[in-house]
């Protein structure tokens, strides 16, 4: 006889098993359909860490104190203030998973609710991939910008205020920017080779990735003869369009801003087809810090309370409560922040447009 005690016999309990088997299949999804959480998740900069009032980044902002000396010379230690560390602000991000009665009706059958939920989280993946990617782009912006993860228009920034550090203030935490304006082929390589080699030590610690929109990857390209039309095999392997720059993979992206809008200390971006925003990443220096306890973690299913009085509350979370409908939710929930430790390894090249 089988052992009925095993078997899911609540929305909950399927709920629970099946985000178990598919919670690694999310996260991978989440990061690996779009060019930039797959470059983060590629390189290790996706960091689960387990807590703290806010996300703490160090950063060496000096060179130590070192010298030659000879035999039996006395060595005069000089204290230097060499670190300090970049403060952010843990952020949440949501996505619902909600039956309603008609539904919970239509599929009351173990199979049929299985393949509800995983139709349901397979939206919710969508959805997080979209919302997550456009705010790191700085191109989705919430009812509560304040609430978003940091886009890379305040990251990769020279007046931004970020981690509670003020570049007019520590003048070493500013970025490369440059307004390049209308362009030709060479002046476009120009812009670009002096960013990356104004933010690399003329070794191996420089930009590892760029990113643009669908105008500036074209642009990029039909500067490029035939001949030169490199790529990077293994970007290109995941489904990820490239180009080489100075062997460093360029890509794409649709939420990848073209317009910088807002102001110097809170920027906006907007997409456009005529205009484009170079971003130079150096992936030692940023990525994702999530948190080990919330890391697209789901909730039980609220109890499904159509039969309820609804909340007499007036303001609040309880004037909107799920009580008065007839429908459970659950949700995945991820908390974070998109953190740098070293602005001047980054570099963007915004407000390019072909010359005539």
Not at 24 to 29: E, F, H, P, S
Not at 45 to 53: M, N, S
Not at 180 to 201: H, M, Q
Not at 273 to 301: C, E, M, V, W
Request: aromatic share 10%; with cysteine; proline share 4%.
């Amino acid at each position: 006889m089988a052992n009925t005690g095993h078997v899911p016999a609540t929305w909950n309990d399927i709920l629970s098993t099946t985000m178990h088997n598919y919670h690694k299949t999310l996260t991978d999804n989440i990061f690996n359909k779009t060019p930039l959480l797959n470059y983060y998740m590629s390189k290790g900069r996706v960091k689960l860490i387990g807590g703290g009032i806010s996300i703490v980044e160090p950063v060496m902002h000096a060179e130590g104190d070192a010298n030659s000396y000879s035999e039996w010379q006395q060595v005069v230690v000089t204290p230097k203030n060499t670190a300090t560390a970049a403060q952010f602000l843990w952020k949440q991000l949501y996505a619902t998973i909600a039956i309603s009665g008609l539904e919970e009706a239509q599929n009351n059958g173990r199979e049929q609710i299985i393949s509800l939920i995983e139709a349901k989280i397979e939206q919710a993946e969508e959805t997080l991939n979209k919302r997550l990617n456009g705010m790191l782009f700085g191109t989705y912006a919430s009812a509560a910008p304040a609430n978003d993860f940091i886009s890379l228009l305040y990251l990769v920034d020279d007046t931004a205020i970020v981690g509670g550090l003020d570049p007019a203030v520590e003048t070493w935490w500013k970025s490369y920017e440059k307004d390049a304006g209308a362009v030709n082929a060479a002046g476009l390589e120009a812009a670009l080779r002096d960013a990356y080699n104004a933010t690399s030590d003329a070794g191996p610690d420089h930009t590892d990735a760029i990113f643009t929109n669908p105008f500036g990857f074209g642009f990029y390209e039909s500067t490029l003869t035939p001949q030169v039309r490199y790529t990077d095999t293994s970007t290109a392997n995941l489904g990820f369009q490239n180009l080489m720059f100075k062997d460093v993979p360029m890509m794409w992206d649709f939420q990848c801003p073209g317009v910088i809008g807002g102001t110097a200390a809170a920027p906006t971006g907007t997409t456009s087809a005529t205009t484009a925003i170079y971003f130079g990443l150096n992936s030692k220096y940023i990525g994702l810090k999530i948190h080990s306890d919330r890391n697209f973690k789901q909730s039980p299913f609220t109890d499904n309370l159509s039969g309820s009085v609804a909340s007499t509350a007036t303001a609040g979370l309880n004037a909107a409560s799920a009580n008065a409908l007839d429908a459970r939710v659950s949700f995945i929930t991820t908390f974070g922040n998109h953190t740098t430790r070293n602005r001047r390894r980054l570099w963007k090249v915004f407000n390019v447009t072909a010359a005539p």
